[in-house]
């Protein structure tokens, strides 16, 4: 049976109209799956996997469409024209496919904005990496996946175990008939008359429309008159005109490593994530040669799970919030370093109304891919977009996950750039590791893994204060670590 039609929200409206060539707004993770014992993990097993899952979320056979004369907010209707195939790709890196050819293959991929007439995700099976491994890149825009009625299809192919759960397939999808011109009309004067609600969420639609148009053409004014006096301001390192095009680079690390900082100096699980991403931005940062002196601190916009004062909401959409720290990028000390992004935390956990790992996977439709499109979501809907980069921290199921038989051994999560942020860094801790995922532009950080590198040296260095050993070396060493093919990379 078909998806009921439904308008989009205001914030939904929001995220499509404000969408720019330079910032598409869809969120992606890329996952490493090994193919089962004596056999493999095929296009023909994904496209079959997603068949029998997606009836559990409608809205993936669902495309926008428009009222005419935006008399109303643009509705979710079923595709009549749903060719699963269209949204499920197949791709190949030359054998034996490693970690750079994979990574310069996921920037590619979602550089690329999604079809606004189809159903707006897409998913990519990449064969072809060294050790027989598959991976799976998923992509379904900011729109679409707000974890209150839809959740991240991703989620939905994973099992807890090899053999995949049985699935009730007795409903066959027919898809409700396409509305005319005139349907959408009287249907968008039937519920304004019917429902205030509808003519609320009309003039915010409209007027986030206006916003939009109005900013964007004070912005080319702004910028004419920057060049016409000279007065144009150099972008900083986190900071300037993005590009169409992205880079992508990922850093493995293990849970046991975290927790061995935090049971030496305190402190939470994200706390020692967001120490570490200081201390890679502060030696990225350095290996550029940038002055330190006016860039002592970088403003992180932290999506973070909260208790919805209101009981009746359980759903991840309504229980996350954005949280803002000052990463001290320029201290010296690791230690102080996480002593300063503890504290910067203090105040909201004295509220009580943080949530515990433990608490948030129980939440209903709680999945670090649905978590993360969640957050990339609060941290566009910022007024005025007073950070600087956006760092999203999930904690994941610590058991193996299986699609059609196939284990999982790494997520990584590939996070949409907003306008003018050229750094968005994403973090999954899945089966005892955890994986950064950073998405940069291609033009302004080229050193993207140079980035990751300090990332993978910051961390480094912070557990050699938990452990007593003797500092590494600054530059040139990282820990061996299996990258996102397999096979262990030393830099």
Not at 69 to 75: D, K, T, V, Y
């Amino acid at each position: 049976m078909g998806g009921l039609a439904e308008r989009l929200t205001p914030r939904d409206l929001a995220f499509l109209i404000e969408e720019q060539p330079t910032a598409p707004r869809h969120n992606a993770t890329v996952e490493i799956f090994e193919a089962p014992d004596g056999g493999a993990f095929d296009y023909d097993q994904l496209v079959a996997l997603i068949a029998d899952r997606i009836a559990f979320v409608p809205r993936y056979r669902q495309r926008v469409q428009w009222v005419p004369g935006r008399l109303a907010n643009p509705m979710w209707v079923d595709d009549p024209g749903f060719d699963l195939e269209y949204h499920v790709r197949r791709s190949a890196l030359p054998r034996p496919g490693d970690a750079a050819q994979l990574r310069d293959l996921v920037a590619r991929i979602v550089s690329r904005p999604l079809d606004r007439q189809r159903p707006l995700w897409e998913i990519y099976l990449v064969e072809g990496l060294e050790g027989g491994r598959v991976a799976i890149l998923t992509k379904a825009h900011n729109a679409l996946v707000d974890g209150v009625h839809t959740v991240d299809l991703g989620q939905l192919l994973l099992d807890v175990t090899p053999a995949q759960k049985p699935v009730d397939d007795d409903d066959v999808w027919n898809p409700q008939r396409r509305p005319t011109a005139a349907g959408l009309v009287l249907g968008a004067v039937r519920d304004s008359l019917s429902d205030p609600a509808t003519v609320v969420a009309t003039a915010r639609g409209v007027g986030a429309t206006a916003g939009h148009r109005a900013r964007r053409t004070s912005r080319k004014v702004l910028r004419s008159a920057e060049a016409v006096l000279g007065t144009q301001e150099r972008p900083t390192p986190v900071s300037g005109r993005l590009s169409q095009q992205r880079r992508f680079a990922t850093v493995d690390a293990t849970l046991a490593d975290l927790r061995t900082i935090r049971a030496a100096h305190g402190g939470t699980i994200n706390d020692v994530v967001l120490a570490v991403v200081a201390g890679g931005l502060r030696g990225w940062l350095m290996a550029r040669a940038e002055s330190l002196a006016g860039l002592r601190r970088i403003r992180a916009v932290v999506p973070i799970s909260v208790i919805d004062e209101n009981e009746e909401a359980t759903s991840l959409g309504s229980q996350i919030a954005a949280h803002f720290v000052d990463l001290p990028v320029g201290e010296a000390s690791p230690v102080v370093r996480l002593h300063q992004v503890s504290y910067s935390f203090e105040t909201h956990r004295a509220t009580g109304r943080g949530v515990a790992a433990s608490r948030l996977t129980g939440i209903a439709g709680f999945a670090p891919t649905t978590f993360h499109a969640v957050g990339s979501r609060v941290a566009a809907s910022q007024p005025h977009r007073s950070f600087q980069i956006s760092v999203t921290n999930v904690p994941g199921p610590q058991s193996p996950r299986y699609a059609a038989g196939a284990r999982m051994v790494a997520s990584y999560p590939v996070h949409p750039l907003l306008p003018g942020h050229p750094l968005a860094i994403g973090v999954t801790s899945y089966d005892g590791r955890v994986f950064f995922g950073i998405t940069a532009d291609r033009d302004l950080v080229p050193d993207a893994d140079i980035l990751g590198q300090c990332v993978a040296e910051a961390l480094d260095e912070l557990v050699d204060t938990a452990t007593g050993a003797r500092p590494r070396a600054p530059r040139g060493r990282r820990r061996a670590t299996p990258d996102i093919t397999g096979k262990a990379d030393r830099a």
